[in-house]
């Protein structure tokens, strides 16, 4: 099994002339000195996202680009053996990279609460377990008075699948009129592995 993280980006991944691309080159270039050489394996192209996959055959270590056109967030996913091939992936690639630090992600979110990209962005930002930030936030959206909130609070629960989260979903799911936002509701609660 590999160790996940994510690493949220300020970046238009979709316009190769933006400067994080430079800052990328640099980084695998720094990897590849030090022996973990991410080659690019894969262009995926969809209308919900853009994805580039880098794999190091050697280690199996991977960074995946994401831009995720329906959460408005733009993404690395690095996938490590171990937690010292992580720390490595993570310190290069955030220091060539600079990506805005939580905190901030979670401010910003907490100032425009119908700002979708902000929400989501504290998502992918979160860690693995459950975080009182990130479920205060969310369990928040999945109340708010704009639907588009609620479904896309519903899509995050979805993506970090915490049982702290899917309660919420459940309870929300009770209560909810809008169609749009029960469907994104029950499609969070299938991926969390609930009956309904």
Do not use: C
Not at 147 to 156: H, L, N, Q, S, T
Not at 178 to 183: G, T, Y
């Amino acid at each position: 099994t590999s160790l996940v993280e994510y690493m949220v980006l300020d970046a238009v991944i979709g316009d190769p002339d933006d400067h994080f691309f430079d800052g990328l080159s640099a980084a695998l270039l720094d990897l590849a000195r030090k022996g973990t050489a991410l080659e690019l394996i894969e262009r995926d192209e969809k209308p919900s996202h853009i994805r580039l996959s880098w794999l190091d055959h050697r280690s199996g270590s991977a960074v995946r680009m994401w831009d995720d056109y329906r959460a408005m967030v733009r993404y690395l996913e690095l996938r490590a053996p171990d937690a010292s091939m992580m720390s490595r992936l993570r310190t290069a690639l955030a220091q060539h990279l600079a990506p805005p630090k939580r905190a901030d992600l979670v401010t910003r979110a907490r100032r425009a609460p119908t700002d979708l990209a902000a929400l989501m962005r504290v998502v992918y930002s979160a860690a693995d377990l459950p975080d009182p930030e990130t479920l205060v936030d969310l369990v928040s959206a999945l109340h708010h008075e704009d639907p588009a909130v609620r479904a896309m609070a519903a899509y995050g629960a979805g993506i970090l699948n915490w049982q702290e989260l899917k309660r919420a979903v459940e309870q929300r799911s009770t209560m909810e009129s809008d169609p749009a936002v029960m469907d994104s509701l029950r499609r969070s609660l299938d991926l969390m592995g609930h009956d309904h």
